[in-house]
């Protein structure tokens, strides 16, 4: 067993390893007053982190500055220890993950940092020691724990991680979603670069000739349909013309950079996400002007911007969720909303990509070789009917 | 004015008419809601027949149960419709000049089209109701089908007669349909812009011209289907009467309704779409939903289509008379 002890400098060390935590946090504290330690605890929880703390009930904790009604609309379960005996809630222990602990006679409290003689042993990872604390946390709670029919503050926060978890996996699900879709549209891209390059004047010289046919057509029938499908035609040159003519070279990354490249999009997507912030235009608009950025940067394969923008969103507290913002179920309910409604136009739009003429070659084959030399020779061949055609008339 | 169109031209006249039109044509504003004139003695239509009268049109086929030639159920088919037309311009007891109507035929020996009266109407273009009233060739009996009551009774009827059926030599078309782009351009000269409905034509063949290829066909065929009154451009329909036992196609709605063959391919290029006023009429002739333009042509056809079509491309006319 590796222990560490410390007899000064403890409040550094404690805030050092209660914001490496990861999954679990359990506190038997019998006092906690440092404002400082509950920032740390908060921004656990807002990571994910599941906080549960137990804690005396006295005037102490009571009058001190912190707002254990924020911690818990943090998510942060608070147990207010009455000892029937007469005694008191005495512990200071606490158990990071399941595997580390740190115990002493340091309570979290100004007075413990300032003025007292303290200790705090350390150990950084022993799941059988932890175990063992565990069990007198657990029953702590059985003896002071909320009666769950009675508890409805501790009911708010079962919701609360509730939404968390269901908002937490469609913004996955969207990024994710939104990756695929800008996959299929960096592939459609890729297909009319090349067509354009391979084929592009053949295919517009077919096209003119094909819309020369059909006027010449139109003039000697007569007929609204021949007069249709000529106008059919001439609009379909001019859409082709632009579409070719904006096509831009897709470049190919190597596999790592690729795989690189798509985690830090789909990051991106997450943090940024424009329908969070639904209670907040200004931030909303801003959302969505990164949100353009980002996916043009990723399908220009510029890896330098998406890892530019990922990092401006990491950073920036900004963007993400406000968990602290004290929000009713009708909220909840209409940031999940936003987000299934995002999520379900997205798999609409790639159920219709998917279904899209190049996407489905692009399935069967895995590229579009094949597909132009065969194009190709259809071309050439049309083309000269209708240039037989033309001059026959 | 129809007796003062001339049947056959001179180049000299046919240059003069040419200029005519063209003023004619460029002064007559086309409707933006066409075909919907009403038909008065004062604003008449026009239906012109193109009939096929080369050598193959003696073949046999059996009509009404009785073997006969295809000129002879032309004949009768097209006696029996002018016998119609005649009827219903009957308004009150007296004739009224709704109508004029040429005949022009192919074939028969002749290298030329021509005008197809014969009689004492012989060598005119279009004839008025009154002349049709007077001057037909002979009265003869005619046996009618009818069901009434779901029981089919054959009884005989008086018929007029104006045309006999015709066969021999080639099959002229082109000249057929330059004919009678000649005689629809003077008639529109002579309209002086008014508000007529337009002429139809219908085309009666039963084979390939010989006179033209597919280009000067369409050209021939677009020469009459450029032609306009204010009320809206000349329809033409063409009707392929067959000796085989293929489905008819009636009023196909695009190429891919008929057959793939070159002939049938250029009659669906060289008739009219036909107007929406049709389109009933033609739905329940049919039976194919009215989304879409009909055009005007029958493939295939046998007396029997031949006539349902006839009904159609005339009757809807007739319905307009007021």
């Given amino acids: 067993m590796n222990i560490q002890v410390f007899f000064s400098n403890i409040r550094p060390q404690l805030i050092h390893h209660l914001s490496l935590a990861n999954d679990e946090i359990c506190a038997a504290i019998a006092w906690f007053t440092d404002q400082a330690i509950a920032e740390v605890l908060m921004k656990s929880a807002q990571k994910g982190v599941k906080v549960s703390l137990i804690v005396e009930n006295d005037e102490i904790n009571h009058q001190s500055r912190i707002d254990y009604q924020t911690l818990q609309q943090h998510g942060i379960q608070i147990i207010w220890a009455n000892v029937l005996t007469g005694g008191k809630m005495h512990h200071k222990f606490c158990v990071i993950d399941r595997k580390k602990v740190l115990w002493g006679s340091y309570n979290w409290t100004y007075g413990g940092a300032i003025y007292n003689k303290e200790n705090l042993s350390i150990v950084e990872d022993d799941p059988n020691l932890a175990q063992l604390f565990l069990e007198e946390f657990n029953q702590l709670l059985n003896e002071f724990g909320p009666k769950i029919t009675e508890n409805l503050q501790q009911e708010l926060i079962n919701k609360t991680q509730e939404w968390r978890l269901a908002i937490q996996l469609i913004e996955a699900e969207i990024a994710y979603l939104q990756q695929q879709k800008s996959d299929y549209e960096t592939i459609i891209e890729q297909y009319y670069y090349q067509l354009k390059s391979t084929l592009g004047d053949l295919l517009l010289r077919h096209l003119s000739l094909k819309t020369e046919w059909a006027k010449r057509e139109a003039e000697l029938t007569v007929k609204n349909q021949d007069k249709q499908r000529y106008e059919g035609y001439r609009a379909e040159y001019e859409r082709v013309n632009a579409q070719l003519s904006q096509a831009k070279e897709v470049v190919e990354l190597d596999k790592d950079t690729e795989k690189k490249l798509k985690k830090m999009y789909r990051e991106a997507i997450v943090l940024g996400h424009p329908d969070k912030f639904m209670h907040d235009p200004a931030k909303q608009q801003k959302a969505q002007a990164i949100a353009t950025e980002l996916i043009a940067a990723y399908q220009r394969r510029d890896l330098s911007k998406v890892t530019e923008i990922w990092q401006l969103l990491k950073n920036g507290t900004a963007f993400g969720i406000d968990w602290s913002e004290s929000k009713n179920e009708d909220d909840w309910q209409k940031i999940y909303t936003r987000l299934r409604l995002r999520r379900d136009d997205l798999l609409r739009e790639i159920a219709l990509l998917e279904v899209d003429e190049i996407m489905v070659i692009y399935r069967q084959i895995g590229n579009f070789e094949k597909h132009f030399s065969d194009l190709r020779i259809q071309l050439e061949q049309d083309i000269k009917n209708l240039e037989k055609q033309l001059k026959t008339r | ?271 009219s779409e036909m107007p929406a006023i049709y389109n009933t009429d033609i739905a329940h002739l049919t039976q194919k939903d009215l989304r879409g333009a009909y055009t005007g042509m029958a493939f295939n056809a046998n007396i029997k289509a031949l006539v349902s079509f006839l009904q159609i491309g005339t009757t809807t006319s007739m319905g307009r008379t007021k």
């Fill in chain 2, 1 to 271: 004015m129809s007796n003062l169109i001339k049947s056959q031209l001179l180049p000299a006249e046919r240059t003069a008419i040419q200029q005519l039109l063209q003023t004619a044509m460029s002064q007559t504003v086309l409707k933006s809601k066409p075909y919907t004139a009403y038909i008065t003695r004062k604003t008449p239509s026009a239906m012109l027949f193109l009939i096929d009268q080369s050598g193959s049109m003696d073949t046999e086929i059996v009509f009404q149960g009785q073997t006969t030639t295809k000129a002879q159920a032309v004949a009768l088919t097209l006696n029996t419709l002018l016998d119609e037309i005649l009827n219903r311009c009957n308004r009150e007891g007296e004739l009224r000049e709704y109508f004029q109507i040429g005949i022009i035929g192919y074939g028969n020996q002749d290298t030329d089209a021509y005008s197809a009266w014969q009689g004492a109407l012989e060598g005119k273009a279009f004839v008025r109701m009154s002349q049709l009233r007077d001057h037909y060739l002979s009265m003869t009996q005619t046996t009618v089908e009818q069901t009434i009551r779901g029981r089919v009774t054959v009884s005989q009827k008086p018929l007029r007669e104006w045309i006999t059926p015709q066969s021999g030599g080639l099959t002229p078309m082109k000249a057929a349909l330059e004919l009678a782009a000649d005689w629809l351009e003077q008639w529109i000269v002579a309209l002086e812009d008014k508000d007529c409905y337009p002429p139809i034509v219908i085309n009666i063949t039963d084979g390939e011209a010989t006179d033209g290829d597919d280009t000067e066909l369409l050209q021939a065929a677009r020469r009459i289907k450029t032609l306009h009154t204010a009320d809206g451009n000349v329809l033409l329909l063409n009707v392929h009467l067959s000796d085989t036992e293929h489905t008819p196609v009636l009023f196909p709605q695009k190429s891919n309704d008929l057959p793939e063959d070159n002939y049938a391919q250029l009659l669906y290029r060289m008739s």
